[in-house]
């Protein structure tokens, strides 16, 4: 099994060590059987993602593996339900495939959290699709990233308005000094 699974990955253009992050991201890789690894690419590819993005997707996030379709086209249609189009929703997990491994409860409580801060509808869908690691960011570093830019000196107002031109502020580590 796993010389089959490395053999796949070589198939699928990844050099040695490139498999070996893969690897090291997910060692249950092993457990996928090669016919299900390309039943996953298939439908993968007929829900809209091209090979590239699954080629990058598969390298950064190998765990999608471990997720049936079904789970997958839940997450997709839950995203599409906060108002994205479905072109959006392929362009932002492409972006951040690890949205995959988040419940639909928390996709929901990210999207209503940002809007609690303040932000319209609107700007809360501009945000996220800007920023999709939003949905892949704890509560708390949230909080953190909010409180940093309070401790420095922008107020709450000033804060909304520099993630909105900038929405990846809230992906931004900061550092304590």
Known sequence: MINNTCVKLLQLGYNKEQIIKIITKNLN????????????????????YNRDDLYKMI??????FS????NIRKK???????????????????IEPSIFGHSISDLQNKFNYIM???YSYEE??????????IFTTSFDNLNKKIEKLEKIGYS??????????????????????
């Not at 890789?29 to 809209?48: A, C, H, R, S």
């Not at 997709?76 to 492409?94: A, E, N, P």
């Open 76 to 94: 997709v249609d839950c995203i599409i339900s906060f108002g994205y189009s479905f072109s959006d929703v392929i362009k932002m997990t492409r």
């Open 124 to 133: 809360t869908l501009k945000i996220i699709k800007f920023c999709p690691m």
């Open 67 to 70: 997720y049936s379709i079904n």
């Open 156 to 177: 709450k107002e000033q804060i909304k308005k520099m993630t909105l031109k900038l929405p990846s502020l809230y992906c931004y580590s900061f550092s304590d000094n």
């Open 116 to 118: 609690e801060l303040g």
């Open 59 to 64: 390298y950064y996030f190998p765990k999608i």
């Open 29 to 48: 890789i092993f457990t996928v059987t090669t016919d299900n690894i390309d039943k996953k690419i298939n439908d993968l590819i007929e829900m809209g």
